[in-house]
């Protein structure tokens, strides 16, 4: 992919200071990456799976937090968002206040480099985050494997990641992931015609940790 600055921490940074704003002055909480329907296909996968409520469950990149609530929402007790953006995380702090969910643990943390705590979850999701890695102007490909060597140490083994993507193919996905994780479901995503050919604009993806 071509660099970009939706790769950088600065542009995360001043994008939520602006929701926070936002939030503050009209009680919006902002854009909800992949709309409503990509939060619903998670929580329709985890209950079809009957993945218990007291899973434990990452939101890597949280953003605004919403994703979270959503699944506290549906019975969902042990809940962590990181977010390497401050003002995401106190943006994601005020949604959890405002909806009253103050069991969801929100921290600052970088995932390319997460804290010895950041360990043993059952259930990691990320929804354009690896995206957002892979258009880093420095070194996305050192950063893409940095990402992947976390999600080893941050997921138990036999443990889920859901992964929702706009800029990579399931195929693609697959080789990014190939280490330490094996594919166990393509989950359905909007398809549009273009040309006469069928695509998919988002990827969405279940793996499980070796």
């Known amino acids: 992919f071509s660099p970009s600055v939706l790769g950088t921490r600065e542009h995360w940074d001043a994008a939520y200071e602006r929701e926070l704003q936002t939030f503050q002055d009209i009680g919006d909480a902002g854009e909800i990456w992949f709309g409503e329907e990509s939060m619903v296909r998670i929580i329709r996968w985890l209950e079809k799976h009957k993945v218990p409520l007291d899973s434990s469950v ?14 506290a929402k549906s019975g969902y007790v ?3 968002g990181i977010d390497y ?15 009253g969910m103050s069991n969801i643990k ?15 979850f ?9 995206d ?13 494997k940095l990402y992947v060597g976390s999600l080893c140490r941050v997921l138990k083994p036999e443990g889920f990641f859901l992964i929702t993507s706009c800029n ?8 990014e992931f190939r280490e330490g994780f094996e594919i166990l479901e393509e989950l359905p995503t909007p ?3 273009f040309g006469g050919r069928i695509g998919n604009s988002v990827t969405a993806l279940v793996f499980q940790r070796k």
């Open 58 to 71: 990452l939101d890597i990149g949280t953003g605004n937090g919403v994703l979270l609530v959503e699944l």
């Open 78 to 80: 042990n809940l962590t």
């Open 85 to 99: 953006s401050p003002s995401a995380i106190q943006l994601s702090e005020k949604v959890r206040e405002k909806e």
């Open 106 to 120: 929100l921290k600052v943390e970088d995932f390319l480099a997460p804290s010895a705590e950041l360990s043993g």
């Open 122 to 130: 059952d259930i990691c999701i990320d929804k354009g985050t690896f």
């Open 132 to 144: 957002a890695v892979s258009l880093d102007p420095a070194d996305a490909v050192g950063k893409r």
């Open 168 to 175: 990579w193919t399931k195929e693609e996905l697959l080789n």
């Open 191 to 193: 398809k549009f015609c």
